[in-house]
């Protein structure tokens, strides 16, 4: 975890009494400083000897910190405690300063507090959670003011900071390798390759960025030449511009990104760093070398790899300030024009592991072939309970090559409602999104397939207390026939599960579903909240499942699980369709739709979570604590996604 704290310019011999310390919290791309920190604990990070603790005095990247008449300076520090040090000795709290050397605890380091000291307490709230028999961690930036008022001050996040704080906060989530499934990646891909290449634009911008960090040499770079590596030889700079920042930023390649992540992915699935790869891939590719997976790839010529091993947040930063990987990010040796990132963690030791693939073909010359393997992912581990979620599924069988279109008289081939023939469910291929949408426009217009609104919900307000956008419940009259339509767009994220490729390609997914109607009461067909008496297990006939979502549209006779209820597994280790209403009655609650073949056509679960409720289509991906639950159970994922929107219709008889 990452803390920020402020401290004003002062003077150490002096003026002591008057110091204040403050707690910076993040604001959107800003360090505002709301909170003051015992002053004690302030003091001595002042005066720790920055040769021996981790700490900064002058950290770098920051403007001036003038603001109405008062001079602030920011420190940096990172302190470290365990449980014992900081839960079990009240009314004393005691943090390490972390040693330059690594590590905390050393004699010296420490620093108590008294709880009697409100600011003592304020300070624990904002460290990480502790927990019995483990150490955590927190590193700060400290400021120091002559006065006790509260510092109006407002500091841009350093882009590098940003980007690893990112990094750090996407690697807590994880779902199944897209070519080892038995390995973990970022749960949001996308947006975790981002933050990795905006680190490394971020640090390619700064003409000092390895002067500030402590790297030995390639310190400058104004010249043509800079005394570079592990060779000790001046190397030549190929610059983009003769004035800072001297380089273009990097961008991204689809080849290279696949041949990144098939590397991450193969040095977790043997929890070795590695620049080898696997002598057989599928059973006949040979993979060994580098040169022969980029081809394997279809990436650029000119390709360099680097590799490395750490937690989220170090990469490319160990590459960018060490003495033999720096080059591409500086142009050091020739231009680097494109790049590919990858990461994944091997599920059982959790170490990360990462590449990045470079290449100095220009842009222009990118090749157009589409990348060669690696677009699907499925994800096959079960996740344990968890106080009110419901259903998951399992992966059916490959839709047979049948399609959802038009008959020749102009109506849908699947007609909503219709008879399915029982048990059986007559699979189908995914619909484009153009095909899709014309397909619900003509089911929903009241003159032709009929479908009238009850329920339009923005999903972005959920929360304890909901309300629809629109609800025509007392309106619609009879019906025999229900039909949901659940949209999400991960533009902001990833595609995490909805049948995403390596790249995640952000793209719109929607589901139409009808059914005959389980009710003949309008105002139960929406979500369960407590209080309805909306509560509903059962088998549902006739469904017709539309989308652009692979491997759940089709029709035959499904299954509903809508209650607010707390649930329990019913069968297995893993949520799924076959779970049951348990516990509180005003609790986690379920509102899942799930085809014959027992998987999830779409789930909302724990609405009242608000942006940590469980929204998906098709099967769940993600994995926590090594399981996988498919119903979208413990998912807290609703915040992914930048739109989500859920309509209900009915037909009336």
């Given at each position: 975890m990452?803390?920020f704290?402020?401290?004003s310019?002062?003077n150490?011999?002096s003026?002591?009494a008057q110091?204040?310390?403050?707690?910076g919290?993040?604001?959107n791309?800003d360090?505002v400083?709301?909170?003051?920190?015992?002053q004690?604990?302030?003091d001595s990070i002042?005066k720790?000897d920055?040769?021996t603790?981790?700490?900064?005095k002058n950290?770098?990247g920051?403007d001036?910190?003038?603001?109405?008449?008062?001079?602030?300076?920011?420190v940096e520090?990172?302190?470290?405690?365990?449980?014992t040090?900081?839960?079990?000795r009240?009314?004393?709290?005691a943090?390490?300063i972390a040693?330059?050397?690594?590590?905390?605890g050393?004699?010296?380091?420490w620093?108590?507090?008294?709880?009697?000291d409100?600011?003592?307490e304020?300070?624990?709230?904002?460290l990480p959670?502790r927990?019995k028999g483990?150490?955590f961690?927190?590193?700060?930036?400290i400021?120091?003011?002559?006065d006790a008022?509260q510092?109006a001050?407002?500091l841009?996040?350093?882009k590098?900071?940003l980007?690893?704080?990112?990094?750090?906060?996407?690697?807590?989530?994880?779902l199944?390798?897209?070519?080892?499934?038995?390995v973990?990646?970022?749960l949001?891909?996308?947006p975790?390759?981002?933050?990795m290449?905006?680190?490394?634009?971020?640090g390619?911008?700064d003409p000092d960025?390895?002067?500030h960090?402590?790297?030995?040499?390639?310190?400058d770079?104004?010249?043509?030449t800079?005394?570079?590596?592990?060779?000790?030889k001046?190397?030549?700079?190929?610059?983009d511009?003769?004035?800072?920042?001297y380089?273009n930023d990097?961008v991204?390649?689809?080849?290279?990104?696949e041949?990144?992540?098939?590397q991450?992915e193969y040095q977790?699935?043997?929890?070795?760093?590695?620049?080898g790869?696997?002598?057989?891939?599928k059973g006949d590719k040979?993979?060994?070398?580098?040169?022969?997976?980029v081809?394997?790839?279809?990436?650029p010529?000119k390709?360099?790899e680097?590799?490395g091993?750490?937690?989220?947040?170090d990469f490319?930063?160990?590459?960018?300030?060490?003495?033999t990987h720096f080059?591409?990010?500086f142009?050091?040796g020739?231009?680097?024009?494109?790049v590919?990132?990858?990461a994944?963690?091997n599920s059982?030791s959790g170490?990360?592991?990462y590449?990045?693939v470079?290449?100095?073909?220009?842009?222009?010359?990118q090749?157009?072939?589409?990348p060669?393997?690696?677009n699907?992912?499925a994800a096959?581990n079960?996740a344990a309970?968890k106080?009110?979620t419901?259903?998951a599924?399992?992966?059916?069988?490959?839709?047979a090559?049948?399609n959802i279109g038009?008959n020749p008289g102009?109506q849908?081939?699947?007609?909503?409602?219709?008879p399915?023939?029982?048990?059986?469910?007559?699979?189908?291929?995914?619909m484009?999104v153009?095909?899709?949408d014309?397909?619900?426009?003509k089911?929903t217009d009241?003159n032709?397939g009929g479908y009238?609104l009850?329920y339009d919900?923005d999903l972005?307000?959920?929360?304890?207390s909901?309300?629809?956008?629109?609800?025509?419940?007392?309106?619609?009259?009879?019906?025999?026939?229900?039909?949901?339509?659940?949209?999400?767009?991960s533009?902001s994220?990833?595609?995490?599960?909805l049948?995403?490729s390596v790249f995640?390609?952000?793209?719109?997914?929607k589901?139409f579903v009808?059914m005959n109607?389980?009710t003949?009461?309008a105002?139960?067909?929406?979500?369960p909240?407590?209080?309805l008496?909306?509560?509903?297990q059962?088998?549902?006939?006739?469904m017709?499942v539309f989308?652009?979502?692979?491997g759940?549209n089709?029709?035959?006779?499904?299954?509903?699980?809508f209650?607010?209820?707390d649930?329990?597994v019913?069968?297995?280790?893993v949520y799924?369709s076959?779970?049951e209403?348990?516990g509180?009655d005003n609790?986690?609650g379920?509102?899942?739709?799930?085809?014959p073949?027992g998987?999830t056509?779409?789930?909302?679960n724990?609405?009242?979570?608000?942006?940590k409720a469980?929204i998906?289509?098709g099967?769940?991906?993600?994995?926590k604590?090594g399981?996988?639950?498919?119903d979208?159970?413990?998912?807290?994922?609703?915040?992914?996604?930048?739109t989500?929107?859920?309509?209900?219709y009915v037909?009336?008889?």
């Amino acid at each position: 975890m990452i803390v920020f704290v402020a401290a004003s310019l002062l003077n150490l011999n002096s003026a002591q009494a008057q110091t204040t310390y403050w707690l910076g919290r993040i604001d959107n791309t800003d360090y505002v400083f709301d909170s003051q920190l015992p002053q004690g604990f302030g003091d001595s990070i002042a005066k720790a000897d920055a040769n021996t603790f981790k700490v900064n005095k002058n950290p770098k990247g920051f403007d001036s910190l003038n603001a109405s008449g008062t001079a602030y300076s920011l420190v940096e520090a990172s302190v470290t405690s365990d449980w014992t040090m900081f839960e079990s000795r009240l009314p004393k709290r005691a943090v390490s300063i972390a040693l330059k050397s690594g590590g905390g605890g050393a004699e010296g380091s420490w620093v108590h507090m008294e709880t009697s000291d409100p600011l003592v307490e304020q300070f624990a709230r904002n460290l990480p959670q502790r927990k019995k028999g483990s150490w955590f961690n927190a590193d700060l930036i400290i400021l120091v003011s002559p006065d006790a008022a509260q510092p109006a001050v407002r500091l841009p996040i350093p882009k590098t900071t940003l980007a690893r704080n990112a990094m750090i906060k996407l690697g807590e989530q994880t779902l199944a390798g897209f070519f080892y499934p038995q390995v973990q990646r970022p749960l949001h891909i996308v947006p975790f390759r981002q933050a990795m290449l905006d680190y490394g634009n971020a640090g390619r911008q700064d003409p000092d960025f390895r002067k500030h960090n402590g790297s030995k040499t390639a310190t400058d770079l104004s010249g043509d030449t800079t005394y570079a590596g592990e060779h000790k030889k001046w190397e030549t700079i190929t610059k983009d511009s003769p004035t800072p920042p001297y380089f273009n930023d990097h961008v991204t390649n689809k080849e290279l990104t696949e041949a990144a992540q098939f590397q991450a992915e193969y040095q977790a699935s043997i929890d070795t760093m590695t620049h080898g790869g696997p002598a057989s891939y599928k059973g006949d590719k040979r993979l060994i070398d580098f040169n022969t997976r980029v081809g394997y790839f279809k990436g650029p010529g000119k390709s360099f790899e680097a590799c490395g091993a750490g937690s989220p947040g170090d990469f490319p930063h160990v590459w960018m300030v060490g003495e033999t990987h720096f080059r591409p990010w500086f142009n050091v040796g020739g231009a680097i024009h494109q790049v590919g990132y990858g990461a994944a963690k091997n599920s059982k030791s959790g170490n990360w592991y990462y590449t990045a693939v470079i290449s100095q073909t220009p842009v222009t010359e990118q090749p157009k072939t589409a990348p060669a393997a690696g677009n699907s992912v499925a994800a096959t581990n079960a996740a344990a309970p968890k106080t009110g979620t419901n259903p998951a599924a399992p992966n059916g069988s490959a839709p047979a090559n049948t399609n959802i279109g038009t008959n020749p008289g102009g109506q849908p081939a699947m007609q909503p409602g219709s008879p399915s023939g029982g048990s059986q469910f007559a699979t189908s291929k995914k619909m484009t999104v153009d095909s899709l949408d014309a397909a619900i426009k003509k089911m929903t217009d009241p003159n032709d397939g009929g479908y009238k609104l009850v329920y339009d919900a923005d999903l972005g307000k959920l929360g304890a207390s909901f309300s629809y956008d629109v609800n025509n419940s007392q309106t619609v009259g009879d019906f025999n026939s229900i039909a949901y339509l659940l949209e999400l767009d991960s533009r902001s994220g990833s595609s995490e599960g909805l049948g995403s490729s390596v790249f995640d390609e952000p793209t719109v997914k929607k589901v139409f579903v009808t059914m005959n109607a389980f009710t003949n009461d309008a105002s139960k067909v929406g979500i369960p909240v407590f209080g309805l008496g909306a509560s509903f297990q059962q088998a549902v006939e006739s469904m017709n499942v539309f989308s652009n979502v692979e491997g759940i549209n089709g029709m035959g006779t499904g299954s509903i699980e809508f209650w607010p209820n707390d649930y329990v597994v019913g069968e297995g280790e893993v949520y799924d369709s076959k779970d049951e209403p348990s516990g509180r009655d005003n609790g986690y609650g379920s509102m899942q739709i799930h085809n014959p073949r027992g998987e999830t056509v779409f789930a909302l679960n724990g609405w009242s979570g608000g942006p940590k409720a469980d929204i998906g289509i098709g099967n769940s991906a993600i994995t926590k604590e090594g399981k996988t639950h498919k119903d979208w159970t413990f998912a807290d994922n609703a915040d992914s996604y930048s739109t989500k929107r859920l309509r209900i219709y009915v037909r009336s008889r």
